[in-house]
């Protein structure tokens, strides 16, 4: 055990260290948490929350800038429900895109 029985700077230490490291995870992620979910993981445990927002119709994985991303379809940008749509979701991108209605044919 790190600093037991020596005045607890080694705990102190541990602290450091480790503020230091997630600090460097979050800057080389661009400010987003890393996540070790798949993509897939992390559409299934949002997209209950997101399909629940008005205007939105529907969520996918799709391609931004070639990189995997989470994709969030909405009826209109007017909505509102845009600003209510977060940027990154566990440390994917998610893009909003309009779509319009969606009806089964």
Known sequence: ???RGRGGRGGAVAA???AGVMACASAQSGGSTVTTKSIDQVLAAHSDSLMALPGVV???IGLYEGERCIKVLVVDSGSGTIKRIP???EGYR?????TGTI???
């Open 1 to 3: 055990m790190i600093g």
């Open 16 to 18: 450091v260290l480790l």
């Open 58 to 60: 529907g969520t996918a």
């Open 87 to 89: 940027d990154h979701l």
């Open 94 to 98: 998610v893009v909003v895109e309009v």
């Open 103 to 105: 009806r089964p044919r």
